[in-house]
């Protein structure tokens, strides 16, 4: 008992950095992809246009269920499926580059 008791602390600090981590790849999940067009695994529950949907989203990919296909949806789509814009923030289309680097990012760090 002693030893679970003198362990609390330590395992509380990771769980609030745990949580700031789904917290700050929420909010740049949101920022980056809340305009993107849906892809076949994305629906009104599964995405990125809300920060507590994004963080139920983080919280499935965390676990391994299907983030690679998660994130080929947000790199791939393309127009005529999406009205590409100058500024990517003007844009429904999603950003290879930006896909790639968050997700996998998300995948080592999660």
């Given at each position: 008992f002693k030893t679970a008791a003198a362990?609390?602390?330590i395992i509380?600090?990771?769980?609030?950095?745990?949580?700031?981590c789904f917290?700050?790849?929420a909010i740049a999940m949101t920022q980056a992809f809340s305009l993107t067009r849906f892809g076949d695994e994305e629906t009104s529950d599964i995405n990125f246009r809300s920060v507590p949907k994004a963080l139920i989203l983080l919280f499935r990919m965390?676990?391994?269920?299907?983030?690679?296909?998660?994130m080929e949806d947000y790199a791939e789509i393309r127009p005529p499926l999406c009205v590409e814009e100058s500024k990517f923030f003007d844009s429904d289309c999603g950003s290879k580059a930006w896909a790639r680097?968050?997700?996998v990012a998300w995948n080592i760090i999660s």
């Open positions: 362990s609390l602390p509380s600090n990771l769980l609030a950095t745990w949580l700031v917290l700050v790849f965390s676990l391994g269920e299907g983030w690679n296909q998660i680097f968050l997700f």
